[in-house]
């Protein structure tokens, strides 16, 4: 997909094109909607509130290598709106509503998906754990793979805590399992 030629036709009202691009990138924003607000029905509400702040400020000098930064900026303050206006904090998913909102994958059997699911819900508990900046960190720089001075500046924190919190965030999450994992390691 031609990002420019997608950004530019969706300015221009071609409603293809906007599709297309809600297509290219609504499964990002929901899963960056899930780890800030923390349940599934919230995070569809909130990537379609994304969408519409998308196509109402969708500005002619935002290209295809401002458009993704921009679009997360977008989503992580739409969920932070939410959470204000919840408020509340996000709150660790129910293990069984979670299994339940996924699709079943035909490439693996049922025990590498059990297995699969069993290290994303361990890594999701151990996140919720972590303080909120950190747990930022992580998922902007860790999981969406943005920059260090994108996030400083998305943030509002300084470079050289970004860079000294993101290696402290990543071993304080690495405890997190560790400590996890033991725990139902010893309940068995």
């Not at 919190?165 to 994992?181: D, Q, Y």
Request: charged share 30%; net charge positive; with cysteine.
């Amino acid at each position: 997909m031609d990002l420019d030629f997608v950004l530019q036709r969706c300015r221009e009202g071609d409603q293809l094109a906007w599709e297309a691009l809600v297509r290219e990138f609504q499964g990002r924003v929901y899963g960056i909607a899930c780890h800030y607000v923390g349940n599934s029905e919230d995070a569809r509400d909130v990537a379609q509130e994304v969408f519409v702040r998308i196509y109402r400020h969708l500005a002619p000098d935002i290209d295809r290598q401002r458009f993704v930064p921009w679009m997360i900026r977008v989503c992580r303050n739409a969920c932070i709106d939410h959470l204000r206006r919840r408020k509340a904090h996000p709150q660790a998913l129910d293990d069984q509503a979670q299994m339940s909102n996924t699709l079943v994958d035909g490439r693996h059997n049922p025990e590498e998906q059990w297995a699969a699911n069993s290290r994303k819900r361990l890594i999701y508990r151990a996140m919720q754990q972590l303080s909120r900046l950190n747990r930022e960190i992580i998922l902007l720089k860790d999981i969406l793979g943005l920059p260090l001075e994108q996030i400083s500046s998305m943030l509002k924190v300084p470079l050289g805590t970004i860079k000294s919190r993101s290696n402290r965030a990543r071993i304080e999450l690495a405890e997190r399992v560790l400590a996890i994992s033991n725990r139902a390691g010893g309940e068995k």
